[in-house]
Protein backbone atom coordinates (compact mmCIF):
# COMPACT_ATOMS: atom_id res chain seq x y z
CA UNK A 1 0.00 0.00 0.00
CA UNK A 2 1.16 3.35 -1.18
CA UNK A 3 2.18 5.54 1.40
CA UNK A 4 -0.51 8.51 2.73
CA UNK A 5 0.62 12.19 1.21
CA UNK A 6 1.81 14.72 3.27
CA UNK A 7 -0.16 18.19 3.03
CA UNK A 8 2.08 20.92 3.32
CA UNK A 9 0.22 24.32 4.47
CA UNK A 10 1.81 27.64 3.27
CA UNK A 11 1.08 30.51 6.00
CA UNK A 12 2.61 33.44 6.28
CA UNK A 13 2.38 37.52 6.36
CA UNK A 14 1.21 39.58 3.38
CA UNK A 15 4.17 40.40 1.55
CA UNK A 16 6.72 37.27 2.83
CA UNK A 17 6.59 35.45 -0.58
CA UNK A 18 4.11 32.75 0.28
CA UNK A 19 2.52 32.75 -3.43
CA UNK A 20 6.29 32.22 -4.85
CA UNK A 21 7.10 29.96 -2.96
CA UNK A 22 4.25 28.22 -3.80
CA UNK A 23 5.30 27.95 -7.18
CA UNK A 24 8.85 27.16 -6.63
CA UNK A 25 8.23 23.71 -4.58
CA UNK A 26 5.49 23.15 -7.24
CA UNK A 27 7.64 23.63 -10.03
CA UNK A 28 10.02 21.67 -8.30
CA UNK A 29 8.26 18.74 -7.49
CA UNK A 30 6.95 18.83 -11.09
CA UNK A 31 10.78 18.62 -12.36
CA UNK A 32 10.99 15.58 -10.35
CA UNK A 33 8.30 13.62 -12.13
CA UNK A 34 6.26 13.91 -8.45
CA UNK A 35 3.50 16.29 -9.45
CA UNK A 36 1.40 17.49 -6.02
CA UNK A 37 -2.31 18.13 -5.48
CA UNK A 38 -2.66 21.72 -4.88
CA UNK A 39 -5.31 23.54 -3.09
CA UNK A 40 -5.86 27.17 -2.96
CA UNK A 41 -7.73 28.85 -0.03
CA UNK A 42 -6.80 32.36 -0.74
CA UNK A 43 -10.47 33.93 -2.19
CA UNK A 44 -9.38 37.08 -2.76
CA UNK A 45 -6.11 36.84 -4.96
CA UNK A 46 -6.72 37.65 -8.64
CA UNK A 47 -4.14 35.35 -10.51
CA UNK A 48 -2.23 32.56 -9.06
CA UNK A 49 1.34 31.19 -10.72
CA UNK A 50 0.24 28.09 -10.49
CA UNK A 51 -2.58 25.77 -11.35
CA UNK A 52 -4.49 24.32 -8.14
CA UNK A 53 -6.50 21.96 -8.57
CA UNK A 54 -9.24 22.81 -5.92
CA UNK A 55 -9.65 26.74 -6.02
CA UNK A 56 -12.27 28.19 -3.48
CA UNK A 57 -12.73 31.22 -6.44
CA UNK A 58 -14.51 28.19 -8.07
CA UNK A 59 -17.16 27.77 -5.94
CA UNK A 60 -16.98 31.28 -3.45
CA UNK A 61 -17.45 34.92 -5.54
CA UNK A 62 -14.68 36.99 -3.26
CA UNK A 63 -16.62 40.18 -4.53
CA UNK A 64 -20.14 39.07 -4.49
CA UNK A 65 -19.69 38.31 -0.46
CA UNK A 66 -18.59 41.47 0.14
CA UNK A 67 -21.31 43.15 -1.47
CA UNK A 68 -24.15 40.50 -0.55
CA UNK A 69 -23.16 40.98 3.18
CA UNK A 70 -21.71 44.69 3.09
CA UNK A 71 -18.31 43.31 4.57
CA UNK A 72 -14.74 44.80 4.08
CA UNK A 73 -12.07 42.54 2.82
CA UNK A 74 -10.90 40.96 5.84
CA UNK A 75 -14.54 40.44 6.50
CA UNK A 76 -15.00 39.27 3.24
CA UNK A 77 -12.22 36.65 3.22
CA UNK A 78 -13.35 35.62 6.50
CA UNK A 79 -16.71 35.19 5.62
CA UNK A 80 -15.57 33.40 2.05
CA UNK A 81 -13.68 31.12 3.99
CA UNK A 82 -16.83 30.23 6.18
CA UNK A 83 -18.75 28.92 3.23
CA UNK A 84 -16.27 27.46 1.88
CA UNK A 85 -15.53 24.89 5.29
CA UNK A 86 -19.56 24.27 4.84
CA UNK A 87 -17.94 21.99 2.04
CA UNK A 88 -15.05 20.15 3.89
CA UNK A 89 -16.48 16.46 3.61
CA UNK A 90 -16.73 17.17 -0.24
CA UNK A 91 -13.25 18.60 -0.11
CA UNK A 92 -12.46 15.77 1.84
CA UNK A 93 -14.02 13.06 -0.19
CA UNK A 94 -12.09 14.47 -3.14
CA UNK A 95 -8.64 14.32 -1.85
CA UNK A 96 -9.14 11.00 -0.62
CA UNK A 97 -10.54 9.41 -3.89
CA UNK A 98 -7.88 11.02 -5.55
CA UNK A 99 -5.00 9.99 -3.53
CA UNK A 100 -5.98 6.73 -3.85
CA UNK A 101 -7.66 6.42 -7.45
CA UNK A 102 -5.99 3.62 -9.58
CA UNK A 103 -5.34 3.89 -13.61
CA UNK A 104 -8.00 2.68 -15.60
CA UNK A 105 -7.02 -0.28 -18.30
CA UNK A 106 -5.50 1.44 -21.43
CA UNK A 107 -7.48 -0.68 -23.63
CA UNK A 108 -11.06 -1.12 -23.36
CA UNK A 109 -11.81 -4.84 -21.62
CA UNK A 110 -7.59 -5.26 -20.70
CA UNK A 111 -7.00 -6.84 -17.46
CA UNK A 112 -4.11 -5.49 -15.15
CA UNK A 113 -2.29 -8.14 -13.31
CA UNK A 114 -1.66 -7.33 -9.20
CA UNK A 115 2.24 -6.73 -10.11
CA UNK A 116 0.97 -4.35 -12.37
CA UNK A 117 -1.59 -2.45 -10.69
CA UNK A 118 0.84 -1.92 -8.25
CA UNK A 119 3.64 -0.40 -10.15
CA UNK A 120 0.39 2.03 -11.98
CA UNK A 121 -0.16 2.54 -8.81
CA UNK A 122 2.99 3.96 -7.50
CA UNK A 123 3.44 5.89 -10.54
CA UNK A 124 0.29 7.67 -10.14
CA UNK A 125 0.56 7.95 -6.77
CA UNK A 126 0.53 11.65 -5.10
CA UNK A 127 3.07 12.57 -2.39
CA UNK A 128 2.47 16.03 -1.47
CA UNK A 129 -0.54 17.76 -1.15
CA UNK A 130 0.21 22.02 -0.86
CA UNK A 131 -2.27 24.18 0.48
CA UNK A 132 -2.02 28.06 -0.15
CA UNK A 133 -3.56 30.50 2.60
CA UNK A 134 -4.78 34.12 2.30
CA UNK A 135 -2.48 36.74 3.08
CA UNK A 136 -4.02 37.59 6.13
CA UNK A 137 -2.39 34.88 8.28
CA UNK A 138 -4.75 36.20 11.04
CA UNK A 139 -8.12 35.48 9.05
CA UNK A 140 -7.23 31.68 8.67
CA UNK A 141 -5.18 30.46 11.60
CA UNK A 142 -7.56 32.18 14.36
CA UNK A 143 -10.87 31.27 12.40
CA UNK A 144 -13.28 28.64 13.24
CA UNK A 145 -13.17 27.64 9.35
CA UNK A 146 -9.47 27.76 9.35
CA UNK A 147 -9.24 25.37 12.31
CA UNK A 148 -12.06 23.12 10.46
CA UNK A 149 -9.84 22.59 7.40
CA UNK A 150 -6.64 22.08 9.19
CA UNK A 151 -8.52 19.62 11.70
CA UNK A 152 -10.00 17.65 8.81
CA UNK A 153 -6.60 17.45 6.96
CA UNK A 154 -4.65 16.42 9.71
CA UNK A 155 -7.31 13.39 10.72
CA UNK A 156 -6.47 12.20 6.95
CA UNK A 157 -2.91 13.03 6.07
CA UNK A 158 0.16 13.97 7.92
CA UNK A 159 0.27 17.76 8.15
CA UNK A 160 3.28 20.07 8.40
CA UNK A 161 3.06 23.79 8.33
CA UNK A 162 5.56 26.29 6.72
CA UNK A 163 5.16 29.56 8.02
CA UNK A 164 7.29 31.44 5.35
CA UNK A 165 9.23 34.71 6.97
CA UNK A 166 10.58 37.98 5.25
CA UNK A 167 14.29 37.42 5.73
CA UNK A 168 14.97 40.94 4.97
CA UNK A 169 12.42 42.58 7.08
CA UNK A 170 13.60 40.47 9.81
CA UNK A 171 17.05 41.44 10.24
CA UNK A 172 16.08 43.57 13.01
CA UNK A 173 15.99 42.36 16.42
CA UNK A 174 12.36 43.43 16.96
CA UNK A 175 11.11 42.25 13.62
CA UNK A 176 12.55 38.90 14.55
CA UNK A 177 11.12 38.38 17.61
CA UNK A 178 7.83 39.74 16.91
CA UNK A 179 8.02 37.00 13.84
CA UNK A 180 8.94 34.10 16.41
CA UNK A 181 6.09 34.94 18.95
CA UNK A 182 3.77 34.95 16.26
CA UNK A 183 5.05 31.25 15.43
CA UNK A 184 5.22 30.54 18.50
CA UNK A 185 1.35 31.36 18.90
CA UNK A 186 0.39 29.26 15.72
CA UNK A 187 2.38 26.20 16.86
CA UNK A 188 0.22 26.30 19.71
CA UNK A 189 -2.90 27.16 17.93
CA UNK A 190 -2.70 24.37 15.81
CA UNK A 191 -0.82 21.74 17.54
CA UNK A 192 1.02 20.86 14.33
CA UNK A 193 4.56 20.30 13.29
CA UNK A 194 6.11 23.34 12.28
CA UNK A 195 9.16 24.47 9.77
CA UNK A 196 10.11 27.90 9.44
CA UNK A 197 11.14 29.09 6.03
CA UNK A 198 12.71 31.99 5.78
CA UNK A 199 12.32 33.66 2.23
CA UNK A 200 13.95 35.92 0.00
CA UNK A 201 17.64 34.48 0.76
CA UNK A 202 18.68 35.46 -2.55
CA UNK A 203 18.89 39.20 -1.23
CA UNK A 204 19.68 38.70 2.50
CA UNK A 205 20.86 35.25 4.06
CA UNK A 206 19.53 33.64 6.92
CA UNK A 207 22.28 32.72 8.88
CA UNK A 208 21.88 35.65 10.93
CA UNK A 209 18.27 34.53 11.98
CA UNK A 210 19.54 30.59 13.12
CA UNK A 211 22.11 31.84 14.73
CA UNK A 212 19.95 34.22 16.98
CA UNK A 213 17.68 31.10 17.06
CA UNK A 214 21.02 28.16 17.97
CA UNK A 215 23.21 30.96 20.23
CA UNK A 216 21.27 33.09 23.00
CA UNK A 217 25.10 35.46 23.51
CA UNK A 218 24.56 36.29 19.59
CA UNK A 219 21.38 37.35 19.82
CA UNK A 220 22.22 39.42 22.89
CA UNK A 221 25.22 40.77 20.99
CA UNK A 222 23.08 42.13 18.09
CA UNK A 223 20.35 43.48 20.43
CA UNK A 224 23.07 45.12 22.39
CA UNK A 225 25.03 46.63 18.91
CA UNK A 226 21.69 47.98 17.45
CA UNK A 227 20.98 49.82 20.88
CA UNK A 228 24.57 51.55 20.64
CA UNK A 229 24.17 52.79 17.16
CA UNK A 230 20.91 53.80 17.47
CA UNK A 231 19.17 51.45 15.21
CA UNK A 232 17.38 49.56 17.32
CA UNK A 233 13.87 48.29 15.59
CA UNK A 234 15.28 49.36 12.33
CA UNK A 235 15.09 52.61 13.38
CA UNK A 236 17.86 55.75 12.70
CA UNK A 237 18.30 57.34 15.45
CA UNK A 238 21.16 58.73 18.05
CA UNK A 239 22.31 56.27 20.93
CA UNK A 240 20.47 57.23 24.21
CA UNK A 241 23.12 56.32 26.56
CA UNK A 242 21.89 54.19 29.26
CA UNK A 243 18.39 55.81 29.49
CA UNK A 244 15.18 54.90 27.52
CA UNK A 245 14.74 56.27 24.19
CA UNK A 246 14.95 56.06 20.11
CA UNK A 247 17.69 53.95 20.71
CA UNK A 248 15.97 51.32 22.59
CA UNK A 249 17.38 51.04 25.58
CA UNK A 250 14.78 50.70 28.66
CA UNK A 251 11.72 49.01 28.57
CA UNK A 252 12.04 46.97 24.51
CA UNK A 253 15.99 45.57 25.58
CA UNK A 254 14.66 44.11 28.62
CA UNK A 255 11.57 42.45 27.00
CA UNK A 256 13.69 41.34 24.03
CA UNK A 257 16.37 39.90 26.09
CA UNK A 258 13.72 38.47 28.66
CA UNK A 259 11.61 36.44 25.13
CA UNK A 260 14.67 35.62 23.88
CA UNK A 261 15.99 33.45 27.12
CA UNK A 262 11.67 32.11 27.45
CA UNK A 263 12.00 31.46 23.39
CA UNK A 264 15.14 28.92 23.87
CA UNK A 265 13.12 25.92 24.46
CA UNK A 266 10.81 26.27 21.53
CA UNK A 267 13.64 26.63 19.18
CA UNK A 268 14.92 23.11 19.72
CA UNK A 269 11.40 21.71 18.20
CA UNK A 270 11.53 23.76 14.70
CA UNK A 271 13.04 23.06 11.86
CA UNK A 272 14.64 25.93 10.15
CA UNK A 273 15.35 26.33 6.53
CA UNK A 274 16.67 29.38 3.84
CA UNK A 275 15.12 29.44 0.72
CA UNK A 276 14.91 31.41 -2.68
CA UNK A 277 11.99 31.52 -4.12
CA UNK A 278 13.39 33.25 -7.16
CA UNK A 279 16.71 30.74 -7.40
CA UNK A 280 15.66 27.85 -5.86
CA UNK A 281 18.15 27.96 -3.41
CA UNK A 282 17.16 25.47 -0.52
CA UNK A 283 13.88 23.88 -1.96
CA UNK A 284 15.80 19.88 -0.92
CA UNK A 285 16.06 21.38 2.28
CA UNK A 286 12.95 22.52 2.77
CA UNK A 287 11.09 18.59 1.21
CA UNK A 288 14.20 16.66 3.53
CA UNK A 289 12.53 18.78 6.64
CA UNK A 290 9.23 18.19 5.50
CA UNK A 291 9.90 14.45 5.58
CA UNK A 292 11.18 14.92 9.44
CA UNK A 293 8.22 16.51 10.18
CA UNK A 294 6.08 14.23 8.78
CA UNK A 295 7.81 11.20 10.76
CA UNK A 296 7.55 13.31 13.40
CA UNK A 297 3.37 13.88 12.84
CA UNK A 298 2.95 10.31 12.99
CA UNK A 299 5.04 9.49 16.30
CA UNK A 300 4.44 12.05 18.18
CA UNK A 301 1.20 14.77 16.96
CA UNK A 302 -1.08 11.24 15.48
CA UNK A 303 -1.49 9.73 19.11
CA UNK A 304 -2.37 12.61 20.45
CA UNK A 305 -5.04 13.91 17.80
CA UNK A 306 -6.46 10.52 18.33
CA UNK A 307 -6.54 10.76 22.06
CA UNK A 308 -8.21 14.33 21.56
CA UNK A 309 -11.13 12.79 19.11
CA UNK A 310 -11.39 10.14 21.60
CA UNK A 311 -12.47 12.30 24.33
CA UNK A 312 -14.40 14.07 21.89
CA UNK A 313 -16.45 11.23 21.35
CA UNK A 314 -17.07 9.89 25.24
CA UNK A 315 -17.51 13.84 26.08
CA UNK A 316 -20.64 13.35 23.16
CA UNK A 317 -21.78 10.52 24.12
CA UNK A 318 -22.18 11.43 27.98
CA UNK A 319 -23.81 14.47 26.87
CA UNK A 320 -25.95 12.29 24.88
CA UNK A 321 -26.68 9.61 27.50
CA UNK A 322 -27.31 12.75 30.27
CA UNK A 323 -30.11 14.17 27.85
CA UNK A 324 -31.86 10.55 27.48
CA UNK A 325 -31.98 10.23 31.48
CA UNK A 326 -33.47 13.52 31.64
CA UNK A 327 -35.78 12.94 29.00
CA UNK A 328 -36.88 9.37 31.01
CA UNK A 329 -37.23 11.29 34.28
CA UNK A 330 -39.39 13.81 32.83
CA UNK A 331 -41.51 11.09 31.08
CA UNK A 332 -41.31 9.43 34.49
CA UNK A 333 -40.54 5.99 32.79
CA UNK A 334 -38.06 3.31 34.62
CA UNK A 335 -34.77 3.48 32.47
CA UNK A 336 -34.53 -0.68 33.40
CA UNK A 337 -37.68 -0.85 31.84
CA UNK A 338 -39.52 -4.66 32.49
CA UNK A 339 -36.73 -6.61 31.17
CA UNK A 340 -37.50 -10.03 32.27
CA UNK A 341 -40.20 -9.34 34.12
CA UNK A 342 -44.30 -9.05 32.85
CA UNK A 343 -46.00 -5.62 32.97
CA UNK A 344 -48.13 -5.03 35.66
CA UNK A 345 -52.16 -5.67 34.38
CA UNK A 346 -53.28 -1.98 35.49
CA UNK A 347 -49.89 -0.36 33.67
CA UNK A 348 -51.77 1.76 30.67
CA UNK A 349 -49.97 0.79 27.36
CA UNK A 350 -49.40 4.53 26.15
CA UNK A 351 -49.55 7.88 27.68
CA UNK A 352 -53.19 8.37 25.95
CA UNK A 353 -54.06 5.76 28.04
CA UNK A 354 -52.96 6.84 31.21
CA UNK A 355 -54.59 10.39 30.49
CA UNK A 356 -58.05 8.11 29.88
CA UNK A 357 -57.57 5.94 32.95
CA UNK A 358 -56.89 9.60 35.34
CA UNK A 359 -60.57 10.71 33.99
CA UNK A 360 -62.19 7.32 34.73
CA UNK A 361 -60.79 7.73 37.97
CA UNK A 362 -61.76 11.50 38.34
CA UNK A 363 -65.30 10.35 37.22
CA UNK A 364 -65.62 7.62 40.20
CA UNK A 365 -64.48 10.05 43.24
CA UNK A 366 -67.54 10.36 45.25
CA UNK A 367 -65.39 14.27 46.48
CA UNK A 368 -67.12 17.12 44.13
CA UNK A 369 -65.44 20.63 43.83
CA UNK A 370 -67.35 22.78 46.51
CA UNK A 371 -68.37 26.07 44.75
CA UNK A 372 -65.97 28.80 45.90
CA UNK A 373 -66.35 30.45 49.33
CA UNK A 374 -65.71 33.34 50.52
CA UNK A 375 -62.52 33.62 52.63
CA UNK A 376 -64.21 35.35 56.10
CA UNK A 377 -67.06 32.30 55.30
CA UNK A 378 -64.44 29.89 55.26
CA UNK A 379 -62.67 31.25 58.19
CA UNK A 380 -65.96 31.73 60.28
CA UNK A 381 -65.99 27.92 60.01
CA UNK A 382 -63.04 26.83 60.82
CA UNK A 383 -63.20 28.70 64.33
CA UNK A 384 -66.34 27.22 65.53
CA UNK A 385 -64.65 23.89 64.62
CA UNK A 386 -61.73 24.75 66.59
CA UNK A 387 -62.62 21.71 69.37
CA UNK A 388 -65.59 23.60 70.19
CA UNK A 389 -63.19 26.33 72.29
CA UNK A 390 -64.03 30.01 71.86
CA UNK A 391 -62.18 32.16 69.55
CA UNK A 392 -59.10 33.73 71.21
CA UNK A 393 -59.14 37.44 71.08
CA UNK A 394 -56.50 37.67 68.07
CA UNK A 395 -58.92 35.37 66.09
CA UNK A 396 -61.51 37.46 66.30
CA UNK A 397 -59.47 41.06 65.77
CA UNK A 398 -58.53 38.95 62.31
CA UNK A 399 -61.62 38.30 61.88
CA UNK A 400 -62.84 41.78 61.84
CA UNK A 401 -60.13 42.48 59.36
CA UNK A 402 -61.47 40.55 56.82
CA UNK A 403 -64.65 41.56 57.19
CA UNK A 404 -63.87 45.28 56.95
CA UNK A 405 -61.34 44.58 54.03
CA UNK A 406 -64.19 42.50 52.04
CA UNK A 407 -61.38 40.38 50.42
CA UNK A 408 -63.08 37.34 48.42
CA UNK A 409 -60.88 34.58 47.06
Excluded at 217 to 225: D, G, R, V, Y
Excluded at 283 to 307: H, I, S
Excluded at 339 to 345: C, D, E, I, L, T
Amino acid sequence: MAPKPVAVVCVGMAGSGKTTFMQRINSHLHAKGDPPYIMNLDPAVRSIPFNSNIDIRDSIDYKEVMSQYNLGPNGGILTSLNLFATKVDQIMGILESRCGMMPEPITPGASMTAPEKATASLENHINHILVDTPGQIEVFVWSASGQILLSSLASAFPTVLAYVIDTPRTASTSTFMSNMLYACSILYKTKLPMILVFNKTDVQSADFAKDWMTDFETFQAALQKEEETGQFGGLEGESTGSGPGPGGNGYMGSLLNSMSMVLDEFYKHLQVVGVSSMTGEGVDEFFAAVGEKAAEFERDYRPELERRRHEREKDRSARREQELGKLMKDLEVDTEGYRGHSKPKDMPETISDLDDTDEEESEGDDVRVKPEESLTERYEQALTKNSGENPTVDDESFLRYVKQANINR
